[in-house]
Nanobody, 129 residues
């Protein structure tokens, strides 16, 4: 059973930066992939970014526009999301999601919530002046 704990959220002014961290425990072997999703107020949960563990391939949502970077620190079992040039539209609860135990990661599920079997509780990011 994988447990994920997000941290690093908070209130930031437009144009500011935040670094979110997803700390994992319970893995007995490497994950297939770890992703970040977000859920803006009153909206559906949406894909933000993903990193595939076997080769560190990454994919970002179109709205990221080069502002965010996902990375992982294997020794620390941590996946981070560096967010720069934040906009009010980035306000949301950010969730870490892990795909673990499948041994595969088809391209068709990279951006779908159904592709991940473990989730954190989320961390609030608010971008406001």
């Amino acid at each position: 059973q994988v447990q994920l704990i997000e941290s690093g959220g908070g209130l930031v002014q437009p144009g500011g930066s935040l670094r979110l961290s997803c700390d994992a425990s319970g893995r007995t072997f490497s994950s297939d992939a770890t992703a970040w999703f977000r859920q803006p107020p009153g909206k559906e949960r949406e894909f933000v970014a993903v990193i595939r563990w076997n080769d560190d391939t990454t994919l970002y949502a179109g709205f990221v526009k080069g502002r965010f970077t996902i990375s992982r620190e294997n020794a620390k079992n941590t996946v981070s999301l560096q967010m720069n040039s934040l906009e009010p539209e980035d306000t949301a609860v950010y969730y870490c999601a892990d795909r673990w135990g499948y041994g595969s990661f088809p391209r068709t599920i990279w951006t779908k919530t159904s592709g991940y079997n473990f989730w954190g509780q989320g961390t609030q990011v608010t971008v406001s002046s």
